[in-house]
């Protein structure tokens, strides 16, 4: 009997653990998916939700957005005034929902585990020079790439909210 418990036990854990990895990576981000998050930009302004797209950095002169349809947003690199990184973690209320409605009371394990989204905000001057700001939530996985590369051809170096921001960016 106390075998079966046992097994039993250990099965549900299991299960809890790849359910929660299975919530957190059911879409596979390409490395430069990113989200304009929020700012003064002139064609976002009427968006009430996050608008999902691709970051670019392959073009020398400017970072380039693009979003539905192919449409791009263009910030020249020289525009730049200044960068910001920073990190908001949160727990995984959604994965654990989802457990303890498949496993009971085991599923609330879950909410041990945390999520963490990452925001570059950008300062720059448009066209007409006024000043302007544009929040992107990034892929975690383009964090160490993209920031060097905005450092480098901007010639701003980045503001870190904090020091745990500043290791992911960094390694350091």
Do not use: C, W
Request: proline residues 2%.
């Amino acid at each position: 009997m106390i075998k079966t418990v046992a097994l039993l036990l250990i099965f549900s854990l299991t299960f809890a653990a790849i359910a929660a990895g299975a919530t957190s990576t059911a879409v596979v981000a390409t490395s430069n998916e990113a989200s304009y998050y929020g700012g003064t930009v002139a064609e976002f302004k009427d968006a009430k939700k996050e608008i999902k797209g691709h970051l670019l950095t392959t073009d020398e002169t400017s970072l380039q957005f693009t979003y539905a349809n192919n449409q791009m947003m263009s910030i020249p690199y020289a525009s730049f005034i200044d960068m910001e990184y920073g990190q908001k973690s949160g727990r995984r209320v959604g994965a654990a929902v989802v457990t303890t409605i498949l496993l009971g009371p085991l599923g609330l394990l879950t909410l041990l585990s945390k999520k963490q989204k990452h925001f570059l905000t950008l300062g720059f001057t448009d066209p007409a020079g006024k000043e302007q700001v544009a929040i992107f939530k990034l892929n975690k996985d383009m964090v160490r790439t993209v920031l060097p590369i905005l450092e480098a051809r901007s010639g701003k170096k980045v503001e870190y909210q904090s020091k745990g921001a500043e290791k992911k960016a960094t390694g350091k």
